[in-house]
C-alpha cells in the first residue's frame, strides 16, 4: 500500500476570502508577523499496486485533473512522502 | 410539455420546482432520479437547487458524475432546453456545459435573501417575455455563490450577451452593494454558446407566487414554455 498526498491551493489570481479573514484574525490575536494567509486541501490516498512511483504519480495527477481540482481556480501537486511504503 | 427535474441525492428544490410548472403552470413533468439514463420523454430539464452529495469535494463537482449527466449533456447538444438553478448552476459549471467556476461567498456567509436581478439579454429562451433591462426580485439562498471566471472569458461573455443576469438594486443600478456573494461583474446568470443552457443562481422558483412574496420567477418559466412552444427549442432537434 502506497500514501500519496495531494495538495490542492487556489490559483494565486484567485482571492481567497477565506484567507483573508484567518489572516486578519491571526493580526487581531496579535500574530503581527502575519502578511497572507492562503487556504487549500490536502487529500491523501492509500493505492494498491502502486510499486511504480512514476506511474502512480501521472496516475494521480490524472485524478486531479477530473476530479480532486478544479482547473479553472485550483492548481495541484501530488507529494509521495519518503519512506511512507508499507 | 413535459418538464424533466433531475434529483440528486441532497437536491432540496425538486418539489418546489415541480409545484410551480405543474400547479402553477400547467404543464406535465416527472422527476428524474440521477442514475436514469433515458431522457427521450422529456422536453425540457430541469437542474434544482440544493446540496447534491453534500457539497462533498466542491460544489457540484461529483453530480457531475451521475449516470443522467450523460443524457444531460447529450440532449443540451441536440439543443434541448436546460435551466440549473443555484445548485443546477454549480453542477452545470462543474460539468463544463457553462464556463468558469464557483467560489464561497466573499462575506463567507450563507445569503438566504430576495436578491434583484437585471435582465442582460431578452433574446434567450429563458427571457424572451422580459423586457430589456426588466429588474427581477427573485431569492438567493447559497454559500458559494461567487462566480469566477478569468478575464478573456468575462470579456467574451460579455461580447456574446451570453450574461443574462446581473444583480442589480431595487431601480436596475448594478452596483457593488447590490452583489450578494462578490460574484465577478456581478454576474447572476449565463447561458451557453448556443443558447439553451441557462444557469442561474436566484431562485426563480421560490418567486413564482403572491404569497411568496413575489411573481417574478414567472416570467423565466413563461418565456420558457413559451420558447419550447413556439419553436420547439433553439436548435431544431
Redesign the interface.
Known amino acids: 500500500m502506497r500514501r500519496v498526498t495531494v495538495l490542492i491551493r487556489l490559483k494565486e489570481t484567485v482571492d481567497d476570502a477565506q484567507g483573508r479573514v484567518v489572516c486578519q484574525a491571526l493580526k487581531d490575536l496579535g500574530f503581527s508577523a502575519v502578511a497572507q494567509v492562503r487556504i487549500g486541501k490536502v487529500i491523501d490516498l492509500w493505492l494498491e499496486d502502486a510499486d511504480d512511483l512514476e506511474q502512480t504519480k501521472k496516475m494521480v495527477a490524472q485524478m486531479c485533473q477530473v476530479l480532486l481540482a478544479n482547473p479553472v481556480i485550483e492548481e495541484f501537486e501530488v507529494w509521495q512522502e519518503e519512506g511512507s511504503q508499507r | 410539455m413535459r418538464f424533466g427535474i433531475i434529483v440528486f441525492p441532497g437536491s432540496n428544490c425538486d418539489r418546489d420546482c415541480w409545484y410551480v410548472v405543474t400547479q402553477g403552470l400547467g404543464q406535465d413533468a416527472r422527476f428524474v432520479w440521477h442514475q436514469e439514463t433515458d431522457i427521450s420523454d422529456i422536453d425540457a430539464v430541469m437542474l434544482p437547487g440544493g446540496f447534491s452529495y453534500g457539497d462533498y469535494?466542491?460544489v457540484g463537482?461529483i453530480a457531475r458524475?451521475s449516470p443522467v449527466m450523460n443524457a444531460v449533456r447529450r440532449f443540451a447538444e441536440d439543443g434541448g432546453l436546460v435551466i440549473g438553478i443555484c445548485n443546477g448552476f454549480q453542477i452545470l459549471v462543474?460539468a463544463q456545459m457553462l464556463?468558469?467556476?464557483f467560489?464561497?461567498?466573499?462575506?463567507?456567509r450563507f445569503r438566504c435573501r430576495p436578491t434583484f436581478i437585471r435582465v442582460e439579454n431578452n433574446a434567450t429562451p429563458f427571457t424572451v417575455l422580459c423586457r430589456p433591462g426588466q429588474v427581477l426580485q427573485i431569492p438567493i439562498a447559497h454559500a458559494d455563490g461567487?462566480y469566477?471566471?478569468?478575464e478573456a472569458t468575462l470579456n467574451q461573455l460579455e461580447k456574446e450577451g451570453r450574461i443574462v443576469f446581473r444583480y442589480c438594486d431595487p431601480s436596475g443600478q448594478v452596483t457593488e452593494s447590490a452583489n450578494p456573494n462578490?460574484s465577478a461583474r456581478n454576474i447572476a446568470g449565463l447561458i451557453n454558446e448556443t443558447g439553451n443552457v441557462l444557469g442561474m443562481m436566484p431562485h426563480p422558483e421560490r418567486a413564482s407566487s403572491k404569497l411568496l412574496g413575489s411573481e417574478d420567477g414567472l416570467w423565466i418559466w413563461k418565456s420558457l414554455i413559451h420558447s419550447f412552444q413556439t419553436c420547439g427549442s433553439v436548435v431544431p432537434r
Not at chain 2, 467560489?103 to 463567507?108: E, K, P, W, Y
Open positions: 469535494l466542491r463537482a458524475f462543474e464556463p468558469g467556476a467560489l464561497r461567498n466573499a462575506g463567507l461567487r469566477y471566471a478569468d462578490g
